[in-house]
């Protein structure tokens, strides 16, 4: 077991974090509020809330207070983060229902944004593509419960497989 795995682990016994626990927001740093406001706004088309002076601006689904923070405190006009280096991998915003998220790729291909890969997890689906900064972005819902793929012990078999887009944008002709 390596130093740190037995550091974090300590002399008492692990007990997980509450189950209601969840990310309740993520807070970006981007180099323009415009352009990124352009992109989570008018692209993908959460509400705005609140802009705090010309340096960030808060945004939300369904009138919460925000899920997403952007601001330009460290970093106006900064430089995207090159490729090979930590940091934040992506964000992923869950959707209510399949159809929700066909109506995030329909915003998507409308905007001419393109996608870095698409799949099918067996407990998910989901987008991936990166916002104007660079931050990775993941677009998902999660299937019902029973249809997650089991192993015969019963626990979680995920995979990654092709997501069909034609098949996920045939959801919004219902």
Same mark, same amino acid.
């Given at each position: 077991?390596?130093? +740190?795995? !037995?550091? %974090? !682990?300590? *002399?008492?016994?692990?007990?997980?974090?509450? #189950?209601?626990?969840?990310?309740? @927001?993520? @807070?970006?740093?981007?180099?323009?509020? *415009?352009?990124?406001?352009?992109?989570?706004?008018?692209?993908?088309?959460?509400?705005?809330?609140?802009?705090?002076?010309? !340096?960030?601006?808060?945004?939300? #689904?369904?009138? =919460? @207070?925000?899920?997403?923070?952007?601001?330009? $405190?460290?970093?106006?006009?900064? %430089?995207?983060?090159?490729?090979?280096? +930590?940091?934040? =991998?992506? +964000?992923?915003?869950?959707?209510?229902?399949?159809? *929700? /998220? %066909?109506?995030?790729?329909?915003? /998507?291909?409308?905007?001419?944004? &393109?996608? !870095?890969?698409?799949?099918?997890?067996?407990?998910?689906?989901?987008? =991936?593509?990166?916002?104007?900064?660079?931050?990775?972005?993941?677009?998902?819902?999660?299937?019902?419960?029973?249809? $997650? &793929?089991?192993?015969?012990?019963?626990?979680?078999?995920?995979? +990654?497989?092709?997501?069909?887009?034609? #098949? /996920? /944008?045939?959801?919004? #002709?219902?």
């Amino acid at each position: 077991m390596s130093e +740190t795995k !037995q550091a %974090a !682990q300590g *002399d008492q016994a692990f007990r997980p974090v509450a #189950a209601g626990t969840r990310i309740g @927001h993520v @807070h970006l740093k981007v180099a323009d509020l *415009d352009r990124a406001v352009g992109f989570y706004h008018g692209v993908l088309g959460f509400e705005i809330v609140q802009y705090y002076g010309q !340096q960030a601006a808060f945004l939300s #689904a369904g009138g =919460y @207070h925000h899920h997403i923070g952007l601001n330009t $405190w460290e970093s106006l006009g900064g %430089a995207r983060p090159p490729r090979g280096t +930590t940091g934040l =991998y992506h +964000t992923a915003f869950l959707y209510p229902t399949r159809r *929700d /998220l %066909a109506d995030a790729l329909r915003r /998507l291909i409308e905007a001419g944004i &393109p996608l !870095q890969g698409a799949s099918d997890h067996g407990v998910s689906e989901a987008l =991936y593509l990166d916002d104007p900064d660079g931050n990775g972005v993941e677009l998902y819902w999660d299937k019902p419960q029973e249809r $997650w &793929p089991r192993r015969p012990d019963g626990s979680l078999e995920m995979y +990654t497989r092709r997501l069909d887009l034609e #098949a /996920l /944008l045939r959801e919004l #002709a219902d």
